[in-house]
């Protein structure tokens, strides 16, 4: 047990990751299954956020709230950062020094059409550092996790992402935004980018798609304008599936761009995304 002296001069004690794994992974499950019967009854309440594309139903508020009700049970007096209601927290508590990061549903689009590729993704930070994360294919059951310095797995097997050396024989997942604008831009960087890899995969949930390059079942990974509740799971799954994980030029991966991708092919696939600006445009 690490001992954390806390600003406001409470002392508490930072969880082991694998503790926090083991409550976001039981959350996280109870929160799938919530999106699951929700959508065998229909879904709802389809509201639009920041485009007339960008859609949130009554299963994401739901099962954002249910998370969060099931992690103050868990943990009174830490906060939650949420993509649907922001953040939350019971400072009454205490306060401690865990954040936890949720997109209830990440693959939102996929949900609404029944297309089986969406996940509750649910990360612990400890003091600003994600110590634990769960991608939980919601129409599957597929789970994917990982603790700091822990390594990542899938259904209990070890994560080691894929041995491709060259980015000519490379399957490249990527992702476009909601804003119009914003997708041109996309569209220009995958104009530069086709054809100089094998293929292009858009699965259509960032969380997803980081876990399956940490799996290998493609060999690199980028997008320019996710959320941290997008990232903060699934990037943790790649570094401990020995991924490298960053933006471009030496910054971290963020909202400009995040890249991940094996040694041997992010050095390339970076200079091709300098190349083509795709940290840019709006
Ligand atoms: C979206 C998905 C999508 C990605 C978008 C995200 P949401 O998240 O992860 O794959 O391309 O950038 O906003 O809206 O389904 O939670």
Redesign the pocket.
């Known amino acids: 047990m690490i001992a954390v002296v806390r600003e406001v001069g409470v002392k508490d004690t930072a969880p082991e990751p694998q503790d926090l794994l083991e409550i976001a992974v039981r959350v996280a499950r109870d929160g799938a299954a919530t999106a699951r019967r929700m959508r065998a009854e229909g879904v709802s309440a389809v509201a639009t956020k920041s485009t007339a594309t960008?859609v949130v139903t009554a299963a994401d508020r739901a099962v954002e709230r249910q998370v969060i009700a099931d992690l103050r049970a868990a943990r009174p007096g830490d906060t939650v950062l949420g993509?649907e209601y922001g953040t939350s927290g019971d400072q009454s508590a205490g306060g401690t020094a865990v954040r936890w990061i949720l997109?209830p549903?990440?693959?939102?689009?996929n949900y609404l059409y029944g297309l089986p590729n969406y996940a509750v993704s649910l990360a612990a930070e400890v003091d600003g550092v994600v110590v634990a994360g769960v991608v939980h294919n919601i129409a599957t059951g597929d789970e994917w996790t990982a603790t700091l310095g822990g390594g990542a797995h899938r259904d209990g097997r070890r994560l080691h992402g894929s041995t491709e050396t060259d980015l000519a024989q490379a399957l490249v997942g990527t992702?476009?935004?909601?804003d119009p604008a914003r997708r041109l831009h996309q569209a220009t960087v995958l104009l530069g980018l086709i054809a100089q890899v094998r293929d292009i995969r858009r699965a259509?949930?960032?969380?997803i798609?980081l876990c399956l390059a940490a799996e290998g079942l493609i060999d690199a990974y980028y997008?320019k304008?996710?959320?941290l509740w997008?990232q903060a799971a699934g990037g943790l799954v790649a570094t401990e599936a020995g991924l490298v994980l960053g933006g471009l030029k030496g910054r971290p991966a963020g909202p400009d761009l995040v890249v991940a991708a094996p040694p041997a092919l992010f050095g390339h696939l970076h200079d091709l995304l300098v190349e083509l600006d795709a940290a840019g445009g709006p």
Do not use: K, Q, S
């Open positions: 960008d993509e997109d549903i990440d693959g939102t689009v992702g476009f935004g909601y259509g949930a960032a969380a798609d997008e304008g996710l959320n997008d």
